[in-house]
Each structure stands twice: as C-alpha cells, then as structure tokens.
C-alpha cells in the first residue's frame, strides 16, 4: 500500500471516528435533556388520553343508540342497577 493510500484511509477512519463521536454526543445530550423529554412524554400520555377519549365517545353514542331503540330493557337493567346499589346501601349503614 502506497504511502498516499495509507494516509487517505486514515483520513477517512478519522472521519468516520469523528461521526460516531458526533453521533454518540448528540445521544448523551437528548438523554440529558429532561425539559424535551418530558415534553416528549406529555405528548405522548396525551396523545393516548385524546385516543381513548375518541374510543369512549363512540362507545357511549353506541349505547345512546341502543337505549334509543331498545329502552325497556334499558330501563329494567338501570332498574336493576338501581336496586343493587340500595340493597347494597342499606346493608353498608346497617352495619
């Protein structure tokens, strides 16, 4: 190997050092910067809340459509419901 081509392959390993150097420090900085990741996170946590949010209101309008086409039964079961949680009342006070 020519003394030309020794140097230019240590020119491009010093290069190359120098990106994985470059590459390392930017992680060690993202790491270290809680203000970003926190912001990071709350978009996150957002994110899914809005999503279930989402999921939540189209189950509810599904059971809006539901009681609307079927309310006796709705009824009997919020009757039922109703009846458990007094059964339950009194025997929690008779205590």
């Given amino acids: 190997m020519s003394k030309h081509a020794e140097q ?3 020119r491009a390993d010093i290069e190359q ?3 994985d150097l470059a590459e390392t420090v930017d992680a060690l900085v993202a790491k270290s910067d ?5 912001g990071e996170k709350t978009e996150q946590v957002r994110g899914a809340i809005t999503e279930r ?5 189209v189950k509810a309008d599904a059971a809006v459509v539901l009681a609307r086409r079927n309310p006796v ?3 009997l079961g919020a009757a039922a419901v109703s009846a458990a949680l007094v059964a339950l ?3 929690l006070l008779g205590r």
């Fill in 8 to 10: 230019e392959a240590l």
């Fill in 17 to 19: 050092a120098r990106g």
């Fill in 34 to 38: 809680v203000k970003r990741r926190v």
């Fill in 53 to 57: 949010a989402h999921e939540a209101k």
């Fill in 73 to 75: 039964p709705v009824a």
């Fill in 89 to 91: 009342l009194i025997r």
